[in-house]
């Protein structure tokens, strides 16, 4: 599935010859990020119009708009049984929900100073990472009573070369998130002087 984001829709595609298979409207302003559960059953949406919409990837129809965030959402993610849903956007918050009733479970007071602009959540729906504007990496033990913030990773790359990371990191290496978070803190700070460097790459071409 893929967000269209001007048009305000979102795509499934059929990888093997290309087509589009079916086409979801419903958001009021562009969408900017989706995620899919491990079975491909449920898409979830993040979009200007400060909405997180879920989907029936089958039947291309809405099951849930879920609203809670007080302005633009920029990130969704999903854990893989398409359970709970976390977004962010420019409220500086984040929101976990509950796909199953398509209420929130719990909006995340994040700390960020500035917009929240990557998601990313393992498997198990138990642990989150937000990437935001204000360079920093924050990772959240979504089990906690309030979400609380266990750590704050400070980085120096552009914020979508940040997000990218965590969520390589977290699929990568989500047994060791989820049974030890210590561990995947170092792998994120293994992976820091790569994306410095990116981004260095990136400012030498503007």
């Not at 599935?1 to 086409?23: A, F, I, P, Q």
């Not at 504007?133 to 089990?143: G, M, N, P, Q, S």
């Amino acid at each position: 599935v893929s967000g269209g984001y001007e048009d305000k829709t979102l795509h499934t595609w059929n990888l093997t010859t290309g087509t589009c298979l079916l086409t979801m409207t419903g958001h009021t302003a562009s969408v900017i990020a989706v995620a899919m559960s491990a079975d491909g059953a449920t898409a979830v949406s993040a979009s200007l119009d400060k909405t997180v919409r879920a989907w029936n990837v089958a039947t291309g129809t809405p099951t849930f708009t879920m609203t809670g965030h007080t302005s633009a959402v920029y990130a969704v993610a999903m854990s893989a049984d398409g359970a709970t849903a976390v977004s962010s956007g420019d409220d500086k918050t984040a929101i976990q929900w509950d796909l199953r009733t398509g209420q929130a479970a719990r909006t995340i007071a994040t700390g960020h100073t500035q917009l929240v602009r990557g998601m990313a959540l393992t498997p198990d729906g138990s642990t989150a990472l937000t990437a935001s504007h204000d360079t920093t990496v924050r990772v959240w033990r979504l089990a906690e009573p309030d979400g609380i913030d266990v750590t704050n990773l400070p980085e120096k790359g552009l914020a979508d070369l940040t997000a990218l990371l965590a969520r390589a990191t977290l699929k990568r290496d989500s047994i060791t998130v989820t049974e030890g978070l210590d561990a995947s803190i170092e792998a994120v700070a293994r992976r820091k002087a790569g994306v410095q460097q990116q981004y260095a790459q990136r400012l030498k071409k503007l």
